[in-house]
Nanobody
Framework: QLQLVESGGGLVQPGGSLGLSCAASGAFVNYYTIGWFRQAPGKEREGVSCISSLDVSPNHLDSVKGQFTTSKDNAKNTVYLQMNSMEPNDTAIYYC???????????????????WGQGTQVTVSS
């Protein structure tokens, strides 16, 4: 059974950067599509970035393209989300999620994912 644990959340000032990690156990991430999602207070959860099992190219929400980057280290069984030029509207709980799927592409739809981490709080504030 795949388990996911996010880390790296915290408080960052506007314009700053933060890197999140999603450590997997129980299975190898190279057989999974991994997605990053966030849920801001009072808003629905939305997908921000994903990377396919075949690492062809990450997919990003339009509003974070050029700002967020997803990468994967199969040797460490960990997926990363690097967030730059952060703004207060990036404040949310960030989740990583996984779907057992060998594919060249990935989707940002919540319903595509079967395994979820517990989330990590990210707050952008001065």
């Amino acid at each position: 059974q795949l388990q996911l644990v996010e880390s790296g959340g915290g408080l960052v000032q506007p314009g700053g950067s933060l890197g999140l990690s999603c450590a997997a156990s129980g299975a190898f991430v190279n057989y999974y599509t991994i997605g990053w999602f966030r849920q801001a207070p009072g808003k629905e959860r939305e997908g921000v970035s994903c990377i396919s099992s075949l690492d062809v190219s990450p997919n990003h929400l339009d509003s974070v393209k050029g700002q967020f980057t997803t990468s994967k280290d199969n040797a460490k069984n960990t997926v990363y989300l690097q967030m730059n030029s952060m703004e207060p509207n990036d404040t949310a709980i960030y989740y990583c999620a996984a779907k057992s799927k060998l594919s060249r592409d990935c989707m940002l739809s919540i319903s595509d994912y079967d395994y979820w981490g517990q989330g990590t709080q990210v707050t952008v504030s001065s």
